[in-house]
């Protein structure tokens, strides 16, 4: 059903793989409408759709049925409205740190009718978000010198170069440590307060979609349909310790034991034996 006030709006989407006997239906009736503003975060076993889903909404796959609306207007095709951050950073590495953020302004979609002023403009944009992600000391510096965090940083930087107003990310911090993903979640925070976009963000990690989103999506497998959306019980404004909070683990427990009905496991140990299985 189309949703006139949402930001996104997907339609009993199907998409399909293959043809004939290898044919795979990736996704079935998946229908879910996004908020302007809104962080979304979208969770489920391997193969349940996650990642095709959002490059359903990136422009970067097509759809068998159904339909994906942002604004009203069907997507058939990338657009400079929509930027995506994926778990491998794809930096350039022959570019330095503010020329990777800086090269969206090469491409000839974001070239047509630029004045003068809106390279400064541009120009300027960089120069503050070179500020807000820790990067001005780095500047100069190119991607094999600084950390992963680091290069994160610069990816989501030159996602944000021409302000989309949705950030699609797909495991943006699934390569990172423990200990740079707890600073990469308060700053992908204090980026969503900032700028005031609408993000999808999917991970396999269920206590960072419950600590970044306003709702958590969780999907099924074989085919890939969402099976549960659950809202999140915590305060726009977000820091660790209400990761300990009783709400908090109770909802964990709840999603994660959903994933595992989901994935035909109903413990850790069956996921586990399984995994052993398909290894040997």
């Not at 229908?31 to 359903?56: H, M, Y």
């Not at 170069?161 to 390569?175: H, N, Y």
């Not at 034991?257 to 850790?268: H, L, N, P, Q, V």
Request: contains cysteine; hydrophobic residues 40%; aromatic residues 4%.
């Amino acid at each position: 059903m189309i949703n006139t006030s949402s930001k996104i709006s997907i339609e009993r989407v199907s998409k399909y793989f293959g043809r004939g006997s290898d044919q795979v239906r990736a996704l079935a009736g998946v229908e879910l409408n996004v908020q302007p503003n809104e962080f979304i975060t979208l969770v489920g076993a391997s193969g349940c759709g996650k990642s095709t889903l959002l490059r359903i909404l990136g422009g970067l796959e097509t759809i068998d049925d159904g339909a994906v609306r942002v604004d009203g207007q069907a997507i058939d095709g990338p657009g400079v409205d929509r930027a995506m951050v994926f778990q491998h950073y794809s930096l350039y590495p022959w570019l330095t740190v503010r020329q990777n953020i800086q090269f969206s302004r090469r491409l000839k979609t974001n070239r047509r009718d630029l004045t003068s002023s809106a390279v400064e403009v541009a120009s300027g944009r960089a120069d503050a978000l070179l500020r807000l992600m820790g990067l001005t000391h780095v500047a100069d510096a190119f991607p094999n010198q600084l950390s992963g965090g680091m290069q994160q940083r610069v990816a989501i930087a030159r996602a944000l170069q021409g302000r989309p107003s949705i950030l699609l990310m797909d495991e943006p911090f699934g390569a990172l440590d423990a200990q740079t993903r707890e600073v990469m979640h308060d700053l992908i925070l204090h980026v969503h307060g900032l700028e005031k976009s609408t993000v999808v963000f999917v991970t396999h990690d269920v206590e960072e979609a419950i600590y970044l989103g306003h709702r958590v999506v969780l999907m099924a497998p074989r085919p890939g349909r969402i099976d549960t959306i659950y809202d999140v019980p915590l305060p726009a404004v977000r820091n660790p310790e209400m990761k300990l909070a009783p709400e908090f683990n109770a909802l964990k427990r709840e999603i994660l034991a959903r994933i595992r009905e989901t994935s035909g496991m109903k413990t850790d140990l069956e996921m586990l034996e399984q995994l052993t299985r398909t290894v040997a």
